[in-house]
């Protein structure tokens, strides 16, 4: 092993036990460099109008695939995970929210976590050029995650590990310094085709392939102001926000566990409320529950639209029991 090799490792050895401090599950390490081959993939995927309404996938594109155009001098990209599995289930009798909904808004909780991270990268190795980002800027988390080893692209295009499945954010780091890197790890899914086949809307139109604009999180969160198509009517297996079918069928989420991150624990009403409960649920009821909470996303009108659209949805027998 030579000085620099030595160096890099030392360093990376650093960063993982800094991660691990500040409470995140995994942190792997890439090169910064171009990623071509992904690039070239997302620019077909945009192409096809797979994103829909979500024009921001569009923007920045020179710096969504080279992450030294983010971070000028950028020379290792810091991949971090953060469990968010619940330990409780939402009541069978009410509509659903996706779990990485239940607590407080990832976002916030993670991005003063890498403002930590960052701070402490810099008490260990002095000026550390570098920026932090979580589904805030044009960075495609999934394809570092790969390259890092952290874990591979599934069928349903979710970042899997074999010893914990795929509830948990990802998180980026992009710096200036020279790091060990990780290596990438196999594609375990096989033949397996269980999240393709369990997906009431078809929106996974191939193996590793999504069209957002079928997926059930795509039309009850990103798909602003408009009426959910009656095409879908039926298909929504009372998913009220986002959408979990895929992952909840997926072999190797046997292997989840509890997150550790209390600020993920779900309030009571979440947990416990019933079809009357969301039904019923007024804009200062919604402001209070969800205070903090990634559901704002999608606002009080949203969140009734998804609802009514759900009871619309039913058979005419069960509407009547809930009108």
């Not at 960075?139 to 795929?166: C, D, F, P, V």
């Not at 009850?220 to 895929?246: H, R, V």
Request: glycine share 6%.
């Amino acid at each position: 092993m030579t000085s620099t090799d030595l160096l890099q490792h030392t360093r990376s050895v650093v960063v993982k036990s800094l991660a691990d401090t500040l409470g995140f599950t995994d942190c792997r390490i890439a090169r910064a460099t171009e990623l071509a081959k992904e690039g070239r993939y997302l620019e077909k995927w945009i192409n096809e109008r797979n994103h829909g309404d979500m024009s921001w996938i569009e923007n920045h594109f020179e710096k969504r695939i080279d992450p030294r155009k983010l971070v000028p001098g950028a020379k290792s990209i810091i991949v971090l995970s953060l469990n968010y599995f619940p330990a409780e289930i939402q009541n069978k009798s009410a509509p659903k929210i996706s779990k990485y909904a239940f607590g407080r808004d990832y976002h916030k909780l993670i991005r003063a976590k890498l403002k930590l991270f960052h701070q402490g990268l810099r008490q260990s190795f002095g000026e550390v050029h570098g920026r932090g980002f979580v589904d805030s800027a044009p960075i495609m988390e999934k394809a570092w995650a790969q390259r890092s080893g952290l874990g591979w692209i599934g069928k349903h295009t979710n970042i899997i590990t074999k010893s914990l499945g795929s509830f948990y954010f990802l998180a980026v780091l992009v710096v200036d310094i020279d790091l060990e890197a990780d290596g990438e790890v196999e594609d375990h899914c096989g033949s397996c085709t269980k999240c393709i086949d369990a997906c009431p809307t078809n929106a996974i139109v191939e193996p590793y392939k999504l069209d957002a604009t079928k997926c059930i999180s795509y039309l009850t969160i990103e798909l602003k102001d408009q009426l959910i198509p009656s095409e879908f009517a039926g298909k929504f297996d009372d998913w009220m926000f986002g959408c979990d079918i895929c992952q909840d069928v997926c072999p190797w989420n046997r292997f989840s566990q509890p997150s550790k991150e209390n600020q993920f624990d779900p309030k009571d009403a979440i947990i416990k409320n019933d079809w009357k409960d969301w039904e019923n649920l007024t804009e200062a009821g919604f402001e209070e529950l969800f205070r903090g909470s990634a559901v704002k996303r999608t606002k009080y009108s949203g969140l009734m639209r998804n609802i009514k659209f759900l009871i619309n949805s039913k058979a005419p027998e069960v509407g009547e029991d809930l009108a």
